[in-house]
């Protein structure tokens, strides 16, 4: 069964709302979780490395007033998209690892996809 | 840099047949980890295999099976018995060095494989 959550799946508002997608890890804790975003037919890109308990780490080019991450619990990271406009329609879909193994698996959410109209 | 090329942007191919998905990758490090995702039209990632750099044998999952040749630096998927729900999206990708220690993912472009019956 799934072991990480993401939520709500889909999402349609207006330009200039903030969005709120939050990812779960169902029955492990993460210190870390990986957010990604991924354009029609292309890969994904990762976004930033979200740390329970500290700052997220972004990636170069991705705006941190644009995507805050929050790591409040070792279970749940949200990513909110901050007033959003149509170029941030994008599927973003969060992981984590299990263990600290790094030759375990990511472990993906199910997405959201985000539209801004 | 690291890098992840996967070269085939789509490949076809015959219901009970085998397929080979091409991946090849760049690094300078000595131990690495590489990883074969599924992404259906739904949007989930699904964990298929992983390959770490010290194994000496091939990784299997199943119907799946990684041709791991190092010295090429090459670690191609092989699904056999095609199955019409293996059609998806398919991504490579590759541990990023211990930096930060987040172990972050490099994911290829992707193959799209379409199983015919």
């Known amino acids: 069964g799934a072991v990480v959550s993401q939520h709500p799946s889909r999402v349609i508002c207006k330009s200039g709302t903030s969005v709120k997608i939050e990812c779960r890890s169902l029955?492990?804790?993460?210190?870390?979780m990986f957010w990604y975003r991924q354009f029609p037919k292309q890969s994904l890109m990762l976004m930033a490395t979200?740390?329970?308990?500290?700052?997220?780490?972004?990636e170069q080019g991705v705006e941190k007033d644009k995507f805050l991450i929050n790591h409040a619990s070792l279970t749940l990271s949200t990513l909110t998209v901050t007033s959003a406009h149509p170029e941030d329609s994008s599927f973003y879909i969060c992981?984590?690892?299990?263990?600290?193994?790094?030759?375990?698996?990511?472990?993906f959410g199910d997405g959201t996809r985000l539209s801004i109209l | 840099a690291q890098k992840i090329t996967q070269t085939q942007p789509g490949m076809f191919v015959q219901e009970k047949e085998a397929v080979t998905l091409d991946c090849t990758y760049d690094?300078?490090?000595?131990?690495?980890?590489l990883f074969w995702y599924k992404q259906p039209s739904s949007g989930e990632m699904i964990f298929l295999i992983y390959?770490?750099?010290?194994?000496?044998q091939n990784a299997t999952e199943g119907r799946y099976s990684l041709n791991f040749q190092k010295a090429r630096k090459s670690a191609n998927l092989v699904i056999s018995a095609s199955q019409l729900g293996d059609s998806a999206m398919y991504f490579c990708?590759?541990?990023?060095?211990?930096?930060?220690?987040?172990?972050?993912?490099?994911f290829g472009a992707g193959t799209r494989l379409a199983v015919h019956p």
């Open positions: 390959q770490g750099s010290y194994d000496e």
């Open positions: 990708a590759m541990r990023e060095s211990f930096s930060g220690g987040y172990n972050k993912l490099i």
């Open positions: 690094t300078s490090d000595q131990s690495y980890g």
């Open positions: 992981s984590a690892r299990k263990t600290s193994d790094m030759n375990q698996p990511q472990h």
């Open positions: 029955d492990f804790q993460a210190t870390t």
């Open positions: 979200s740390n329970e308990g500290s700052k997220a780490t972004y």
